[in-house]
């Protein structure tokens, strides 16, 4: 089946640094999510970018389909960007999308 | 705003319980999914359903049924709950061919 690779897969920031978080897919997808999830379990939609680019505030988001990559970046970051984020992609099933696939995350955490 | 409503943040149950997780949508989507997270292993597809009365097993659908009845109601029932079946369960739902909203999670503990 299809693999979703996320680097890093840990990473430490300074409040106000700007980062690069980046996921691989291994196959051809029809859809592709990022996602946060905060300490409190719940998992925020961030995107929802199958191709190009996207911002919304403080954070952007790239998908180059054709090279089978996403980037997520975040600047300024704040100590409430701390979490673990998480690229997912979508399969169709038959017309409908079926189930994501997820990679495995990159926690980050932002120090005051 | 879509809202996917689990019915418990928290739940404790006892090995052997007939254990039910309700999950609401109120956005009349089509789909909806189970998935499961423990550390280590991510986030698993137990079920999902793209329609009424209609269901697709996952990845990891052992020990596990669910029902929808009701286009915006999606239920996961741990049959015979187990203590491997301690996690933290995630439903979502989305309209055909749109990004998936995820629920708050219910963490469950089988004792």
């Known amino acids: 089946g299809i693999q979703v690779e996320q680097s890093p897969p840990d990473l430490i920031l300074q409040e106000g640094a700007n980062s690069t978080l980046r996921c691989n897919f291994s196959?051809?997808?029809?859809?592709l999510q990022w996602f946060h999830q905060n300490p409190w379990g719940q998992l925020i939609n961030l995107f929802y970018?199958?191709?190009g680019t996207k911002q919304n505030g403080r954070l952007s988001a790239t998908t180059v389909a054709t090279e089978r990559y996403s980037l997520l970046y975040i600047s300024s970051s704040q100590t409430t960007d701390s979490g673990v984020y998480f690229c997912?992609?979508?399969?169709?099933?038959?017309?409908?999308?079926?189930?994501?696939?997820f990679g495995k995350g990159t926690k980050l955490s932002v120090k005051p | 705003d879509v809202k996917v409503t689990q019915s418990s943040r928290y739940l404790v149950k006892r090995t052997g319980e007939k254990v039910f997780l309700e999950c609401v949508q109120d956005?009349?989507?089509?789909?909806m999914f189970w998935y499961r997270q423990d550390p280590g292993l991510g986030l698993r597809l137990i079920y999902f359903?793209?329609?009424?009365?209609?269901?697709e097993k996952g990845d990891i659908p052992e020990g596990y049924s669910v029902s929808r009845e009701k286009k915006e109601r999606f239920s996961l029932i741990l049959e015979s709950a187990s203590t491997n079946q301690t996690s933290m369960y995630l439903c979502?739902?989305?309209?055909?061919?749109?990004?998936?909203?995820f629920g708050d999670g219910t963490r469950l503990s089988i004792l």
């Open positions: 979502a739902s989305s309209l055909l061919v749109q990004p998936q909203h």
């Open positions: 196959d051809s997808v029809n859809n």
């Open positions: 970018i199958p191709s």
């Open positions: 997912a992609v979508a399969l169709y099933y038959g017309g409908s999308q079926g189930n994501l696939i």
């Open positions: 956005m009349d989507h089509e789909n």
């Open positions: 359903s793209y329609d009424v009365k209609m269901k």
